[in-house]
Protein backbone atom coordinates (compact mmCIF):
# COMPACT_ATOMS: atom_id res chain seq x y z
CA UNK A 1 0.00 0.00 0.00
CA UNK A 2 1.16 3.34 -0.62
CA UNK A 3 0.95 5.71 2.51
CA UNK A 4 2.59 8.30 0.60
CA UNK A 5 0.21 9.32 -2.46
CA UNK A 6 0.52 13.07 -2.60
CA UNK A 7 4.47 13.02 -3.13
CA UNK A 8 6.66 11.47 -5.57
CA UNK A 9 10.71 11.81 -6.78
CA UNK A 10 12.27 11.05 -10.18
CA UNK A 11 15.20 11.20 -10.92
CA UNK A 12 15.68 12.93 -14.39
CA UNK A 13 19.57 13.03 -15.04
CA UNK A 14 22.62 10.81 -14.08
CA UNK A 15 25.96 12.51 -14.31
CA UNK A 16 28.16 10.02 -15.81
CA UNK A 17 30.90 10.06 -13.69
CA UNK A 18 30.05 10.02 -10.88
CA UNK A 19 26.98 9.39 -8.62
CA UNK A 20 25.46 12.48 -8.77
CA UNK A 21 21.83 13.00 -10.14
CA UNK A 22 19.22 15.61 -10.57
CA UNK A 23 15.86 14.82 -9.68
CA UNK A 24 12.54 16.45 -9.12
CA UNK A 25 11.06 16.10 -5.80
CA UNK A 26 6.93 16.80 -5.95
CA UNK A 27 5.32 17.04 -2.37
CA UNK A 28 1.85 19.35 -1.66
CA UNK A 29 2.93 22.40 -1.19
CA UNK A 30 5.42 22.78 -4.53
CA UNK A 31 8.63 20.50 -6.54
CA UNK A 32 11.75 20.62 -5.02
CA UNK A 33 14.60 20.36 -7.85
CA UNK A 34 17.64 18.02 -7.08
CA UNK A 35 20.06 18.43 -5.50
CA UNK A 36 18.99 21.61 -3.21
CA UNK A 37 20.14 23.41 -0.27
CA UNK A 38 17.61 23.39 2.81
CA UNK A 39 17.89 26.60 4.90
CA UNK A 40 17.53 26.62 8.19
CA UNK A 41 14.61 28.78 10.07
CA UNK A 42 15.31 27.22 13.46
CA UNK A 43 12.58 28.55 15.25
CA UNK A 44 9.83 29.19 12.54
CA UNK A 45 12.07 31.85 11.11
CA UNK A 46 14.78 32.87 8.89
CA UNK A 47 17.07 34.67 11.07
CA UNK A 48 17.86 38.17 8.97
CA UNK A 49 15.27 37.25 5.93
CA UNK A 50 11.77 37.40 5.07
CA UNK A 51 9.39 34.58 3.68
CA UNK A 52 10.03 37.33 0.76
CA UNK A 53 13.10 38.01 0.75
CA UNK A 54 13.61 33.73 0.51
CA UNK A 55 11.32 33.93 -2.23
CA UNK A 56 13.11 36.67 -4.53
CA UNK A 57 16.20 34.60 -4.02
CA UNK A 58 14.64 31.59 -5.26
CA UNK A 59 14.60 29.36 -2.56
CA UNK A 60 12.38 26.55 -2.61
CA UNK A 61 12.56 25.10 0.58
CA UNK A 62 13.61 25.64 4.43
CA UNK A 63 13.37 23.91 7.78
CA UNK A 64 12.30 24.26 11.12
CA UNK A 65 13.20 22.78 14.30
CA UNK A 66 11.08 20.15 16.17
CA UNK A 67 12.83 20.79 19.60
CA UNK A 68 12.86 25.08 19.83
CA UNK A 69 9.05 24.72 18.75
CA UNK A 70 7.93 22.10 20.75
CA UNK A 71 9.35 24.30 23.83
CA UNK A 72 8.38 27.79 22.47
CA UNK A 73 5.68 28.37 21.60
CA UNK A 74 4.77 24.88 21.67
CA UNK A 75 3.06 22.50 18.83
CA UNK A 76 -0.64 23.12 19.61
CA UNK A 77 -0.15 26.49 19.30
CA UNK A 78 1.92 26.33 16.04
CA UNK A 79 -1.42 23.90 14.97
CA UNK A 80 -3.94 26.42 16.31
CA UNK A 81 -2.36 28.83 14.24
CA UNK A 82 -2.86 27.38 10.79
CA UNK A 83 0.54 25.11 11.38
CA UNK A 84 4.07 26.11 9.91
CA UNK A 85 3.04 27.63 6.17
CA UNK A 86 0.25 29.39 7.30
CA UNK A 87 1.96 31.03 10.45
CA UNK A 88 5.54 31.74 8.72
CA UNK A 89 4.01 33.07 5.19
CA UNK A 90 6.03 30.40 3.31
CA UNK A 91 3.94 28.84 0.83
CA UNK A 92 6.35 26.18 -0.34
CA UNK A 93 7.81 23.01 0.82
CA UNK A 94 9.04 22.62 4.22
CA UNK A 95 11.22 20.33 6.38
CA UNK A 96 11.11 19.74 10.01
CA UNK A 97 13.70 17.51 12.05
CA UNK A 98 12.72 14.95 15.01
CA UNK A 99 14.58 17.14 17.89
CA UNK A 100 16.84 14.33 18.24
CA UNK A 101 19.76 15.73 16.89
CA UNK A 102 19.71 19.06 19.55
CA UNK A 103 18.64 16.90 22.60
CA UNK A 104 21.69 14.99 22.69
CA UNK A 105 23.94 17.35 21.00
CA UNK A 106 22.95 19.81 24.35
CA UNK A 107 22.47 16.83 26.17
CA UNK A 108 26.42 16.06 26.11
CA UNK A 109 27.33 19.83 27.25
CA UNK A 110 28.84 20.99 24.47
CA UNK A 111 27.87 22.20 20.55
CA UNK A 112 26.46 20.49 18.06
CA UNK A 113 30.18 20.26 16.39
CA UNK A 114 30.43 17.42 18.61
CA UNK A 115 28.51 15.04 16.85
CA UNK A 116 30.32 15.52 13.76
CA UNK A 117 33.75 14.92 15.78
CA UNK A 118 35.11 18.44 15.93
CA UNK A 119 36.07 21.15 18.71
CA UNK A 120 34.25 21.19 21.73
CA UNK A 121 32.67 23.98 23.37
CA UNK A 122 31.28 23.59 27.32
CA UNK A 123 27.72 24.22 27.85
CA UNK A 124 24.98 23.37 30.68
CA UNK A 125 23.78 20.08 29.95
CA UNK A 126 20.21 19.10 29.72
CA UNK A 127 19.84 15.69 28.52
CA UNK A 128 18.75 13.59 31.75
CA UNK A 129 18.81 10.27 30.90
CA UNK A 130 17.62 8.20 28.04
CA UNK A 131 16.12 4.87 27.84
CA UNK A 132 13.83 3.04 25.78
CA UNK A 133 10.97 4.87 25.81
CA UNK A 134 12.77 8.21 25.02
CA UNK A 135 14.80 10.79 25.69
CA UNK A 136 14.07 12.94 29.27
CA UNK A 137 15.56 16.10 28.96
CA UNK A 138 15.31 19.77 31.03
CA UNK A 139 13.81 22.85 28.84
CA UNK A 140 16.79 25.08 28.15
CA UNK A 141 14.16 27.96 28.22
CA UNK A 142 12.74 27.88 32.14
CA UNK A 143 14.06 24.27 33.60
CA UNK A 144 10.48 22.75 32.84
CA UNK A 145 10.92 18.40 32.28
CA UNK A 146 9.83 16.79 28.87
CA UNK A 147 9.98 13.18 27.90
CA UNK A 148 10.54 12.41 23.99
CA UNK A 149 9.40 9.90 22.58
CA UNK A 150 9.08 8.67 19.04
CA UNK A 151 5.68 8.94 19.06
CA UNK A 152 5.82 12.69 20.27
CA UNK A 153 7.92 13.41 18.23
CA UNK A 154 5.40 12.50 15.53
CA UNK A 155 2.74 14.11 17.04
CA UNK A 156 4.78 17.32 17.43
CA UNK A 157 5.85 17.29 13.57
CA UNK A 158 2.01 16.66 12.20
CA UNK A 159 0.84 19.58 14.74
CA UNK A 160 3.86 21.71 13.04
CA UNK A 161 2.91 20.59 9.40
CA UNK A 162 6.04 20.48 7.11
CA UNK A 163 5.84 17.86 4.23
CA UNK A 164 8.60 16.20 5.23
CA UNK A 165 9.08 15.10 8.32
CA UNK A 166 11.63 12.56 10.18
CA UNK A 167 11.91 9.78 12.54
CA UNK A 168 13.23 10.22 16.39
CA UNK A 169 17.01 8.98 16.78
CA UNK A 170 19.76 8.72 18.98
CA UNK A 171 22.28 10.97 17.96
CA UNK A 172 25.90 9.39 19.18
CA UNK A 173 29.04 11.98 19.29
CA UNK A 174 31.91 11.33 18.16
CA UNK A 175 34.05 10.10 22.06
CA UNK A 176 31.72 6.61 22.13
CA UNK A 177 32.85 3.32 21.84
CA UNK A 178 31.51 1.19 19.09
CA UNK A 179 29.85 -0.83 21.16
CA UNK A 180 27.80 2.04 22.78
CA UNK A 181 27.25 3.11 19.07
CA UNK A 182 26.08 0.14 18.15
CA UNK A 183 23.07 -0.58 20.79
CA UNK A 184 22.16 3.19 20.29
CA UNK A 185 22.11 2.29 16.63
CA UNK A 186 19.46 -0.76 17.13
CA UNK A 187 17.56 1.40 19.95
CA UNK A 188 17.19 4.06 17.28
CA UNK A 189 15.99 1.19 14.40
CA UNK A 190 13.38 0.30 16.87
CA UNK A 191 12.14 4.19 17.83
CA UNK A 192 12.14 4.03 13.62
CA UNK A 193 9.85 1.31 14.02
CA UNK A 194 7.79 3.34 16.76
CA UNK A 195 7.75 6.68 14.43
CA UNK A 196 6.40 4.98 11.80
CA UNK A 197 3.69 3.12 13.15
CA UNK A 198 2.47 6.22 15.03
CA UNK A 199 3.10 8.03 11.38
CA UNK A 200 0.43 5.35 9.98
CA UNK A 201 -2.01 6.19 12.34
CA UNK A 202 -2.36 9.79 11.57
CA UNK A 203 -1.75 9.60 8.16
CA UNK A 204 -3.47 12.55 6.08
CA UNK A 205 -0.98 11.85 3.29
CA UNK A 206 -0.08 15.75 3.48
CA UNK A 207 3.49 14.43 5.30
CA UNK A 208 6.29 12.28 4.09
CA UNK A 209 8.65 10.38 6.19
CA UNK A 210 12.64 9.99 6.51
CA UNK A 211 14.20 6.86 7.89
CA UNK A 212 17.53 7.50 9.67
CA UNK A 213 21.25 5.73 8.64
CA UNK A 214 23.16 5.82 12.03
CA UNK A 215 26.16 3.59 12.83
CA UNK A 216 28.89 6.59 13.74
CA UNK A 217 32.22 5.86 12.14
CA UNK A 218 31.89 1.78 12.30
CA UNK A 219 31.33 0.73 8.41
CA UNK A 220 30.25 -2.24 9.38
CA UNK A 221 27.22 -0.47 11.42
CA UNK A 222 26.51 1.92 8.76
CA UNK A 223 25.89 -1.11 6.50
CA UNK A 224 23.86 -2.57 9.45
CA UNK A 225 21.45 0.68 9.59
CA UNK A 226 21.56 1.15 5.83
CA UNK A 227 20.09 -2.31 5.07
CA UNK A 228 17.13 -1.46 7.77
CA UNK A 229 15.87 1.96 6.72
CA UNK A 230 16.02 0.20 3.10
CA UNK A 231 13.87 -2.66 4.60
CA UNK A 232 10.73 -0.06 6.19
CA UNK A 233 8.26 2.17 4.63
CA UNK A 234 9.79 5.49 4.55
CA UNK A 235 9.43 7.63 1.97
CA UNK A 236 13.14 9.04 1.75
CA UNK A 237 16.84 8.27 3.85
CA UNK A 238 18.57 10.91 5.98
CA UNK A 239 22.28 10.15 6.88
CA UNK A 240 22.80 11.44 10.59
CA UNK A 241 25.09 10.46 13.42
CA UNK A 242 28.83 10.95 14.08
CA UNK A 243 30.22 11.40 10.59
CA UNK A 244 34.07 11.54 11.97
CA UNK A 245 36.35 13.91 13.07
CA UNK A 246 38.27 14.73 9.71
CA UNK A 247 36.69 15.86 6.40
CA UNK A 248 38.05 12.54 4.54
CA UNK A 249 36.39 10.40 7.12
CA UNK A 250 32.98 12.05 6.79
CA UNK A 251 33.76 11.81 3.08
CA UNK A 252 34.18 7.85 3.66
CA UNK A 253 31.62 7.38 5.28
CA UNK A 254 28.87 9.30 2.98
CA UNK A 255 30.11 7.67 0.14
CA UNK A 256 30.13 4.15 2.10
CA UNK A 257 26.14 4.99 3.21
CA UNK A 258 25.34 6.36 -0.07
CA UNK A 259 26.59 2.33 -1.75
CA UNK A 260 24.62 0.18 0.93
CA UNK A 261 21.05 2.69 0.26
CA UNK A 262 17.94 2.33 -2.33
CA UNK A 263 18.69 4.49 -5.18
CA UNK A 264 15.44 5.08 -5.93
CA UNK A 265 14.49 7.13 -2.67
CA UNK A 266 15.70 10.71 -2.02
CA UNK A 267 18.30 10.93 0.50
CA UNK A 268 19.54 14.04 2.76
CA UNK A 269 22.51 14.74 4.25
CA UNK A 270 22.13 15.94 8.22
CA UNK A 271 23.80 19.34 9.10
CA UNK A 272 26.14 19.55 6.62
CA UNK A 273 26.36 22.96 4.22
CA UNK A 274 30.36 23.70 3.64
CA UNK A 275 30.94 23.99 -0.27
CA UNK A 276 32.90 21.16 -0.81
CA UNK A 277 31.47 18.63 1.61
CA UNK A 278 27.97 19.53 -0.30
CA UNK A 279 29.97 19.04 -3.52
CA UNK A 280 31.20 15.63 -2.38
CA UNK A 281 27.90 14.59 -1.01
CA UNK A 282 26.03 15.33 -4.40
CA UNK A 283 29.07 13.33 -6.33
CA UNK A 284 27.96 10.41 -3.74
CA UNK A 285 23.85 10.73 -5.01
CA UNK A 286 23.08 13.23 -1.70
CA UNK A 287 20.00 14.85 -3.13
CA UNK A 288 19.22 17.50 -0.77
CA UNK A 289 21.78 18.87 2.65
CA UNK A 290 20.78 21.49 5.63
CA UNK A 291 22.70 23.61 7.95
CA UNK A 292 22.81 27.12 9.74
CA UNK A 293 26.36 27.90 8.06
CA UNK A 294 25.04 30.36 5.47
CA UNK A 295 22.87 32.52 7.79
CA UNK A 296 25.17 32.23 10.84
CA UNK A 297 27.83 33.27 9.09
CA UNK A 298 26.25 36.43 7.64
CA UNK A 299 25.41 37.27 11.45
CA UNK A 300 29.04 37.10 11.88
CA UNK A 301 30.08 39.26 9.51
CA UNK A 302 30.67 36.41 6.47
CA UNK A 303 29.66 36.71 2.67
CA UNK A 304 29.60 33.68 0.96
CA UNK A 305 32.22 33.73 -2.48
CA UNK A 306 34.23 31.45 -4.62
CA UNK A 307 37.32 30.88 -3.78
CA UNK A 308 38.58 32.04 -7.17
CA UNK A 309 37.73 35.73 -6.22
CA UNK A 310 39.43 35.63 -3.30
CA UNK A 311 42.30 34.54 -5.33
CA UNK A 312 41.96 36.73 -7.75
CA UNK A 313 42.38 39.67 -4.69
CA UNK A 314 45.32 38.12 -2.75
CA UNK A 315 43.74 36.18 -0.22
CA UNK A 316 44.49 32.98 -0.40
CA UNK A 317 42.87 31.81 2.71
CA UNK A 318 41.00 28.44 2.32
CA UNK A 319 37.73 29.57 3.74
CA UNK A 320 34.34 29.81 1.84
CA UNK A 321 33.76 34.00 2.75
CA UNK A 322 35.07 37.32 2.69
CA UNK A 323 35.01 38.60 6.33
CA UNK A 324 33.28 42.12 5.88
CA UNK A 325 34.09 43.53 9.59
CA UNK A 326 38.13 42.90 8.36
CA UNK A 327 39.62 47.13 8.07
CA UNK A 328 40.47 45.87 4.36
CA UNK A 329 37.13 46.52 3.52
CA UNK A 330 36.32 49.95 5.08
CA UNK A 331 36.60 52.14 1.60
CA UNK A 332 35.73 49.35 -0.79
CA UNK A 333 32.99 51.07 -2.69
CA UNK A 334 32.59 47.61 -4.91
CA UNK A 335 29.72 44.96 -4.34
CA UNK A 336 30.41 41.55 -2.46
CA UNK A 337 30.96 40.18 -5.66
CA UNK A 338 30.80 42.20 -9.20
CA UNK A 339 28.86 38.99 -10.99
CA UNK A 340 26.36 38.81 -8.22
CA UNK A 341 23.51 39.39 -8.89
CA UNK A 342 21.54 39.38 -5.59
CA UNK A 343 19.46 42.17 -4.26
CA UNK A 344 22.73 43.19 -1.64
CA UNK A 345 25.33 43.02 -4.54
CA UNK A 346 23.30 45.44 -6.73
CA UNK A 347 22.96 48.09 -4.17
CA UNK A 348 25.90 48.07 -1.55
CA UNK A 349 29.50 48.00 -1.62
CA UNK A 350 31.77 46.32 0.63
CA UNK A 351 32.79 49.82 2.39
CA UNK A 352 28.59 50.22 3.17
CA UNK A 353 28.40 46.68 4.69
CA UNK A 354 31.53 47.41 6.68
CA UNK A 355 30.43 50.21 8.40
CA UNK A 356 26.38 48.71 8.95
CA UNK A 357 28.81 45.93 10.79
CA UNK A 358 30.68 48.25 12.60
CA UNK A 359 27.97 49.95 13.56
CA UNK A 360 25.94 47.28 15.01
CA UNK A 361 22.85 48.64 11.99
CA UNK A 362 20.61 45.54 11.31
CA UNK A 363 20.49 46.23 7.88
CA UNK A 364 24.10 44.53 7.61
CA UNK A 365 23.04 41.63 8.77
CA UNK A 366 20.39 41.34 6.75
CA UNK A 367 21.91 42.32 3.81
CA UNK A 368 24.57 39.38 4.28
CA UNK A 369 21.76 37.30 4.68
CA UNK A 370 20.60 37.56 1.57
CA UNK A 371 23.29 37.23 -0.35
CA UNK A 372 24.27 34.42 1.33
CA UNK A 373 20.99 32.70 0.78
CA UNK A 374 21.17 33.63 -3.29
CA UNK A 375 24.59 32.36 -2.75
CA UNK A 376 24.09 28.97 -2.25
CA UNK A 377 20.97 28.89 -4.36
CA UNK A 378 22.77 29.94 -6.79
CA UNK A 379 25.39 27.27 -6.10
CA UNK A 380 23.09 24.67 -6.05
CA UNK A 381 21.33 25.37 -9.52
CA UNK A 382 24.86 25.32 -11.05
CA UNK A 383 24.94 21.90 -9.80
CA UNK A 384 22.43 20.78 -11.08
CA UNK A 385 22.78 22.35 -14.91
CA UNK A 386 26.45 20.80 -14.55
CA UNK A 387 24.97 17.15 -14.01
CA UNK A 388 22.19 18.28 -17.04
CA UNK A 389 24.70 19.12 -19.55
CA UNK A 390 26.93 16.30 -17.89
CA UNK A 391 30.12 18.63 -16.37
CA UNK A 392 29.76 17.91 -13.00
CA UNK A 393 33.26 17.19 -12.63
CA UNK A 394 34.52 20.19 -14.27
CA UNK A 395 32.01 22.31 -12.44
CA UNK A 396 32.76 21.22 -9.62
CA UNK A 397 36.74 22.60 -10.01
CA UNK A 398 35.56 26.07 -10.16
CA UNK A 399 33.99 25.93 -6.74
CA UNK A 400 37.34 24.90 -4.80
Known sequence: MN???NFRFEITTRDTNSSARCGLYHTPHGTIETPNFIFCGTKAAIKGA?????RRENTQIILANTYHLMLQPGSKIVKQLGGLHKMM???GPMFTDSGGFQIFSLGHGSISNEIKGKTLTPRNKTLLKITEEGAKFRSYIDGSYHLLTPEKSIEIQRDLGADLIVVLDECTPYNVDKNYTKESMRMSHRWALRSLEEFKKGNDYSQALYGIVQGGVYPDLRKESADFIN????FAHAIGGCLGAIKDEMYDIVAMVMSSLSKDR????????GIEDILNGVACGIDTFDCVHPTRLARHGGALVKRSLKRAEGDNTTTDHFNLANSRFRTDDTPIDPECECNTC???SRGYLHHLLKAKEMLGLQ??????????????KSIRDSIENN???????HWT
Open 3 to 5: IYP
Open 50 to 54: TPEDM
Open 89 to 91: GWS
Open 231 to 234: DQNF
Open 266 to 273: PVHLLGIG
Open 346 to 348: KNF
Open 367 to 380: ALTVHNVHFMNKFM
Open 391 to 397: SFQQERS
